[in-house]
């Protein structure tokens, strides 16, 4: 049984307004923006935040109290689920598949951190390309959506990558002669996939937030993207920050409204992180994800970007299946690679990189 919005400790002026709108039950409000209650209701914004924030206080007691057992599956039941719907995005690297579980997984996210020059924009570039990848070559054949905070997107290596990637799918299908392939690759080429690569510039944490609260909307109106990417989600929350407190509630409203996108839409979401230097007691030195180590638990699934020596190394720290593990990985013209020669002249040395690296 839906409780009724009357039942809630609301002034009394509040609850005619509700009722005068049309809002009875707790689902009616549930999952409206506060821009959108306070412009119905005549009430303030800060007036509706805190409306809702007392409707999800009761909705959320209400649900663990009384749950619907319909609601109720097996163990069982969901890796059938998991088995049936799990898919990736590819980040054309084997061994950096194989890190991950078969790539970036959907309905999770995936958090990527390290230096400057390690090569996160670049493999957000990729990941925003193999996207396209149609179901036949392994792909899921989505779009991307972009949110760069840094102002390091560069359209013209996405379309460098785009070609690669084009490229590569072409010579497949010559190669396997399957009629499918073919057929397929008369409409896959990089106009598509950059049409399909949807852009947003954030200057602040202000615009991010608002942008993540609109995502709802696009999403409806934008059913093929399986890719929302933040490159990076720590630089607008690293910028006249005094309030530890407040960073940390709006960090954790942000990862909730991935999580429910990542959920409800079936897409990955792809998160970017800088590195920030930590002291332990003995005043020793050490690299950590920036953010702080609350966020630490925001994402599923986290992997580390580092140097070992003048080649890249990729460390997955967090994962709900795999086991920790490293793998060597290079940045060529072509984009994200696996090691295979280190003389490899395709590779981008990083005193080159500069143009492209984050």
Known sequence: MQRELSTLPLQPTLRQKLNASGYVTLEDVSDMKAFDLSRDLGISATEAMELLRIVRDY????????????DACSALDLIERRE?????????????????????????????????GIGKTQMCLQLAVDVHIPECFGGVGGEAVYIDT???????RVAEIAMATVSHCESIASSNGVGIHRGVMKEFDVEKILSGIYYFRCHDHVQLIALVHTLDDFMSKHDKVKLIIVDSIAFPFRQDFEDFALRTRLLNGVVQS????????????????????????????????????????????????????????????????????????????????????????AVIPPHQETMFID
Request: contains cysteine; neutral net charge.
């Open 59 to 70: 909705g959320g007691k209400v649900s663990r109290s009384g749950g619907n057992p319909e």
């Open 84 to 116: 049936q719907s799990q898919s990736c995005v590819v980040t054309f690297s084997e061994k950096f598949d194989d890190l991950l579980g078969g790539g970036v997984p959907l309905e999770k996210i995936t958090e990527f951190c390290g230096p400057p």
């Open 150 to 156: 840094e102002g390091s997107f560069v359209v013209e």
């Open 258 to 345: 991935f999580n429910k996108l990542a959920a409800n839409n079936k897409l990955a979401v792809v998160l970017t992180n800088q590195m920030t230097t930590r002291f332990d007691k003995q005043q020793r030195s050490q690299l950590v994800p920036a953010l702080g180590e609350s966020w630490g638990h925001a994402c599923t699934v986290r992997v580390v970007l580092q140097w070992m020596g003048w080649q890249r190394q990729a460390v997955l720290y967090k994962s709900p299946s795999k086991r920790d593990a490293r793998i060597l990985y290079q940045i060529t013209v072509a984009g994200i690679r696996d090691v295979h020669c280190l003389e490899d002249d």
